[in-house]
C-alpha cells in the first residue's frame, strides 16, 4: 500500500542560518535544541553551494534536504530516505514561488518576518500534519488571498480595504448604539 507524500520539516532561515520560519511535522527531533542542532548543520552544509537558479537535492543524515536560496532566504524541505526527491522538490518550488510573490520579489529577512502571517498560512496550506496537500504556487496564493487572483488587486490592498471595513462597521456600530 502507498502512502501520501510526506515531509519531515520546513525551513526558512536567513542568510546567517538564523530562524525565520519553520515548521516541523515529525517527532525525529524532539527537543527545541536537537532542532536547533539540525538547522545549524544543515545550514552549514549547504551554505557553500549555489542553490540559486534551481533546487538542489542533499542527503543529510539519513534525509534527503531539498534547497533553494532566494536573496538572503535560504528555504529547506527535508523529507525521509523513503521519499521521492522530485516530490520534496515540488513542495519547495510552490512554496519558494509563493512566498515570492507574496514578497512582490523582494524575497529577504525583513520583509519575510513583516509577513509572517502570510509565510505560515503558505505552509499550513501545502502541508498538514507531514502530510502533502498543494505544490501549486497559484493554488498556494488563491487560498492564502481568499480568493482568485486575477483582477483582485494585490494582497496588501485587500488586507487594507478589509481592515477599512472592519473599521467602518465598527465606527457605524459605535454611533449607532
Known sequence: MESCPSVKNILVLDSEGKRVAVKYY???WPSLSSKQAFEKSVFAKTQKTSARTEAEIVMFDSYFVVYKFIQDLHFFVTGGD???ELILASVLQGFSEAIDYL???KVHRRAALENLDLIFLCLDEVVDG???LE???KAILEKVSGHGLE???SLTEQKLSSALATAREHFARSIFS
Open 130 to 132: 507531514g502530510i502533502v
Open 135 to 137: 505544490t501549486d504556487a
Open 26 to 28: 515529525s517527532d525525529d
Open 151 to 153: 483582477g483582485s488587486g
Open 82 to 84: 523513503e521519499e521521492n
Open 103 to 105: 514578497l512582490r520579489n
